[in-house]
């Protein structure tokens, strides 16, 4: 069963950082590619980034580019997410997830439908 937890989202204001960290289990974490989505107050779920499993291919959508950084650390089963100059339109719950691609970031589309408490981050002006 998957189990994610993330973690390190907060209070800033515009132009801080937060570094935001996600825990998985339940899978061979090293075998699947990972994405951080997000969603915002009456807002669909969006993908923000990925990264395959080894780490070395990384996608980014318009809005995160030169600002957020995705890696992973496959010994420690973790996905980390270090954003910074962060803005209002940041501000959302941030979720981390399989997806599918393995070798390859191809993009958002998640292999499971199971989700973590996510994690809120706030960015005030």
């Known amino acids: 069963q998957l189990q994610v937890e993330e973690s390190g989202g907060g209070l800033v204001q515009a132009g801080g950082s937060l570094r935001l960290s996600c825990l998985v289990g339940?899978?061979?974490?090293?075998?699947?590619?990972m994405a951080w989505f997000r969603q915002a107050p009456g807002k669909e779920r969006e993908g923000v980034s990925c990264?395959?499993?080894?780490?070395?291919?990384?996608k980014y959508v318009d809005s995160a580019k030169g600002r957020f950084t995705i890696r992973r650390d496959n010994a420690k089963r973790e996905l980390l997410f270090q954003m910074n100059d962060l803005k209002t339109e940041d501000t959302a719950m941030y979720f981390c997830?399989?997806?599918?691609?393995?070798?390859?970031?191809?993009?958002?589309?998640?292999?499971?439908?199971?989700w973590g408490q996510g994690t809120q981050v706030t960015v005030s002006s």
């Open positions: 339940g899978l061979a974490f090293d075998a699947f590619a």
């Open positions: 990264i395959s499993m080894n780490g070395r291919d990384t």
């Open positions: 997830a399989p997806v599918y691609g393995g070798d390859k970031c191809s993009g958002f589309q998640t292999i499971w439908n199971s």
